[in-house]
Structures are given as structure tokens and as C-alpha cells.
């Protein structure tokens, strides 16, 4: 055992006895001063001969070093003997005349293609509710029509009482599981488990981003064929309450489109937007990108790339009532028989349009 971990011993000791002291009503201040000095000193103590022993250490390692080299050096000249007077020579390419030697590049860590991976819930409202079932109550869009002039001793016309509407909802359950034998969560030197658990937090992005697509898609599409268009939805279409709010999200396809757009003097119309994720933006409106895996265009009819302008945290809400719920088991189902664990994935969600007005679903024709 080195000196200072034998030292390092005797300081708890030390500290042991010094919190008796201080628990000790009757004990003496000169006393837990005493005490106190003694544990400082040991303190110090120990510093140094650590430093010592480290010294030590450093010079042995010293002296393996230059003992390994001189090996090594044998070594090789006998390496190179049998590569050059041996006709029988021990060769990598022969697996039984050494190859079977030679380390492969074998990497057991498993390295994910870099890929983007869009959540669109970031993009709308995500409401935690308490119930599985509910509403919302909003006041309905009226154009009023003002106070009408009454003649003196006239009759007041009566005038039109706000209405509202109802927005219910009802959250579906989604859910998936994964099987992985038990053998590899022993025997596998990486996180398998970890893996899987982030495999399935992907999936729960997935189905959400499906069922916030569905939802978009049941607006009616507005076909823009220059940017324009893109002007007229921003200044007539969107009410001006949503103007300085909204957004233009497209995919892949859409920006490559918008990008390449210029004015009569051939100057790109894009501008540079520092509040943008892309960097960019159109008449002062940001632009949102998204992978055209997560938003793809429409192929119905030719390619037609997705422009969806407006406020989506206005217009789409999603009620969740349960996020991502994972649990493992090696015992529920089939699980203990078979010898697996089992990854289950359980989550509650609905989304519903709160504003259609708020938005409107663009398409632009690029083939």
C-alpha cells in the first residue's frame, strides 16, 4: 500500500475524532483548535508525498520506456530476418502463417448517417391537457356592421350578439415495440440500449409530423406560380393580424425553387434573416425549410412543392395528453420464454385546425 493512501487513512481518522469533538458540548476550544492544526498538517503531509510518489512513478515508467525500446528493437531486426532468409515466411495474407495475427479494423460503435430530422410540432401550438376528452371555446369571426344614426326620440336598432364556436377534441393512442434479445444487451460493448430508446423517440417524431401533415393537408390548395402570388397571400389572402407573424415553410424542393428566383436586374429576391433557420427571407417574411422526407412534394400530378404561409401556431394545435411513454421488460408478453427485452412506446395526441384562416396551403408547379 503506498504511504499516502496509509496517510489518507489516518486524516479520517482525524476527521472522525474532530467531529466527536465539535458534537461534544463539555469539549474545550484549545482542544478542537488542537485537533484541527493536526488535520492540517496531515493534510499537507499527504500533498507532498503524493508529489513524491508521483515522481517515483514517472521515473520507473522512464526506465520501462527505454527497456521496451531496446525489445523492440531486437524485435525487429528479428522480424526483418525472417522476411528476408526464410523462405517459409510467416505472411498476413495466410491466415494460418500469421494472419489470424494482424488486428482488423473492426469497429463495433455503431455511427449514424448524418441526415435532417425536422419536428414540426415546433412549428404549431402544442397544448398539454388533463382529460383525454375536451373543448375549446372561440369567438367567431364577424364583419360588424357599427352603430346605426337614430333621429332624435328614433327607435335604437338592435344589434347582432357575438357568436362562437366549439373546438373539440379527442386524443388517439400510438404506440410501438421493439424486441432485443437479452444476449445482445450483455454481450454488445456499445449502448444498444440507448440506441433503441432513441429509435423510438424518432418514430414519436414520425407519427406526429404524419399527423400534423394530415391536418394541413385537408386546407384547400392554392396554386402560385411566381412570387407574386406569394405577395397577394401575405397582403390580401391572410387577414393583417397574421402578417407580421407568419412564416413561409417548404421543403427542399420549394426552397431550391425560391432561392433561385430574381428581379429584372438578375439580383437573387432572397434576403439574408438572422431570426430565419435557413438564413433567409421574402419580403420580410422568414423562411422554414423543411426535409422533403418530412414534407414531401405532391406527385399526383407532376411535382408540386408545398408552400404553407401564414401563423401555424395560430393555426394548428396539437392537444397532448401523454408525451413519449417508454418502458422496457423482460418479463411481459412472451418476453421471459423467449429470452428478450421488450422497448414499448406509448404516447396520446390529436391535432386539430384552430384557425384555418390563419394559413394557406400553397403549392408551386416546379416539373
Do not use: C, H
Request: aromatic share 6%; proline share 2%; charged share 30%.
Amino acid at each position: 500500500m503506498l504511504k499516502s493512501v496509509e496517510m489518507k487513512q489516518e486524516l479520517e481518522v482525524l476527521k472522525n475524532e474532530a467531529r466527536k469533538l465539535l458534537e461534544d458540548k463539555e469539549a474545550k476550544l484549545e482542544d478542537i483548535e488542537a485537533k484541527n492544526a493536526e488535520i492540517e498538517t496531515l493534510q499537507a503531509k499527504i500533498i507532498m508525498q503524493e508529489k513524491l510518489e508521483q515522481e517515483e512513478k514517472e521515473e520507473m515508467e522512464n526506465a520501462t520506456f527505454e527497456e521496451e525500446t531496446l525489445q523492440d528493437d531486437v524485435t525487429k531486426e528479428f522480424i526483418n530476418g525472417l522476411r528476408t532468409k526464410f523462405e517459409n515466411a510467416m505472411s498476413e495474407g495466410s491466415s494460418t502463417d500469421g494472419g489470424y495475427t494482424v488486428p482488423q479494423d473492426i469497429l463495433t460503435k455503431i455511427n449514424e448517417l448524418r441526415e435532417r430530422k425536422d419536428a414540426l410540432q415546433n412549428l404549431i401550438t402544442v397544448e398539454k391537457v388533463t382529460a383525454p376528452t375536451g373543448s375549446r371555446v372561440f369567438k367567431a369571426r364577424a364583419q360588424q356592421t357599427g352603430f346605426a344614426e337614430v333621429a332624435e326620440n328614433g327607435s335604437i336598432p338592435e344589434k347582432a350578439t357575438p357568436q362562437f364556436t366549439q373546438l373539440t377534441y379527442s386524443v388517439k393512442k400510438y404506440a410501438g415495440f421493439l424486441k432485443v434479445t437479452n444476449e445482445l444487451l450483455k454481450d454488445s460493448d456499445i449502448a444498444i440500449r440507448s440506441t433503441v430508446e432513441k429509435w423510438l423517440g424518432d418514430e414519436s417524431r414520425v407519427t406526429r409530423n404524419k399527423l400534423i401533415l394530415a391536418e394541413l393537408d385537408k386546407k384547400a390548395k392554392t396554386a402560385i406560380a411566381s412570387v407574386d402570388d406569394i405577395k397577394d397571400v401575405l397582403n390580401v389572402q391572410l387577414d393583417p393580424a397574421f402578417r407580421y407573424t407568419s412564416v413561409i415553410v417548404t421543403n427542399q424542393d420549394g426552397f431550391n425553387w425560391l432561392d433561385k428566383q430574381k428581379d429584372s436586374d438578375g439580383n437573387y429576391l432572397l434576403q439574408p434573416s438572422v431570426s430565419s433557420p435557413t438564413g433567409k427571407q421574402l419580403f420580410g417574411v422568414d423562411i422554414v425549410m423543411v426535409s422533403n422526407k418530412d414534407l414531401p412534394s405532391d406527385t399526383t400530378n407532376g411535382t408540386k412543392a408545398p408552400f404553407i404561409i401564414g401563423d401555424l401556431k395560430e393555426a394548428i394545435v396539437m392537444f397532448e395528453k401523454e408525451g413519449m411513454e417508454l418502458r422496457a421488460s423482460d418479463v411481459a408478453g412472451d418476453a421471459y420464454l423467449t429470452d428478450v427485452t421488450l422497448f414499448r412506446a406509448i404516447e396520446r395526441e390529436e391535432v386539430k385546425t384552430r384557425d384555418s384562416e390563419a394559413f394557406v396551403y400553397g403549392q408551386v408547379a416546379i416539373a
